[in-house]
């Protein structure tokens, strides 16, 4: 490989939260498209570009094992997950292919399209973070003209060891982004998608397609 050619991209989907403010279970095998949220979001992942996809799991591992398929990817274990959306981004970090880009995605984001991992991906440019931006919540319930950062997020390769190190709690990468923010491009997906998650049962339209 000389230095003009890009670097391939191993998707993260982290897929190991327990769900419990919206009490159904792991969001993993939310039912989503006549499949699982788990398996609909691994397969966005790879059908918009990234080469290889790493799926983190957790709370109820070996129940979303056995309900899904996902042989075609690498699947890993986080049990430190209670210990919040950190842990599993190290581990899925620490999974993904030597030399590659990263691109995290939560998987419980199922407005996600490969037209959204595309444009990332094709707006990456190399020592840098890229994050599909939706526009920002106006006091009257409207839309600011002002992006707010989301996933998915492209960690490039060379920055993947200091944002897993700096990566605590539940904030994921956010201390990292935090601390560095001229290194982050926002990319505006705003047009494909929300970017909004299953967080609670009101947000359960979101699976419906």
């Known amino acids: ?7 391939a991209t191993t998707g993260v989907l982290l897929a ?9 279970g792991p969001k993993a095998l939310l039912p989503f498209r006549g499949r699982t949220l788990v398996e609909v979001l691994a397969k966005t992942l790879l059908d918009g570009g990234c080469l290889k996809v ?49 691109m995290v995605t939560l998987v419980d984001q199922p407005g996600v399209t490969p037209a959204v991992v595309a444009r990332l991906l094709a707006a990456h440019q190399a020592g840098r973070v890229t994050a599909a931006g939706y526009p920002e919540a106006a006091f009257d319930g409207g839309h600011t003209t002002k992006l707010r950062r989301g996933h998915p997020l492209i960690i490039d390769v060379g920055l993947r060891a200091e944002v897993a190190e700096s990566a605590v709690g539940d904030a994921g990468a956010r201390r990292f982004l935090k601390a560095h923010p001229g290194l982050v491009d926002v990319v505006d997906c705003s047009d ?5 998650d299953v967080d609670t049962k009101d947000k359960l339209d979101l699976l419906r397609d």
């Open 1 to 7: 490989m000389n230095d003009s050619s890009p670097v």
């Open 16 to 24: 190991g939260g327990a769900g419990t403010r919206l009490g159904l």
């Open 54 to 102: 790493v799926v983190v799991l957790g709370a109820g591992a070996e129940r979303v094992r056995r309900a899904t398929e996902l042989d075609q990817y690498l699947v890993v274990d986080n049990p430190e997950w209670a210990a919040g959306m950190a842990s599993s981004l190290r581990t899925g970090i620490a999974a993904a292919t030597h030399g590659h880009n990263v």
């Open 192 to 196: 494909l998608t929300d970017g909004a």
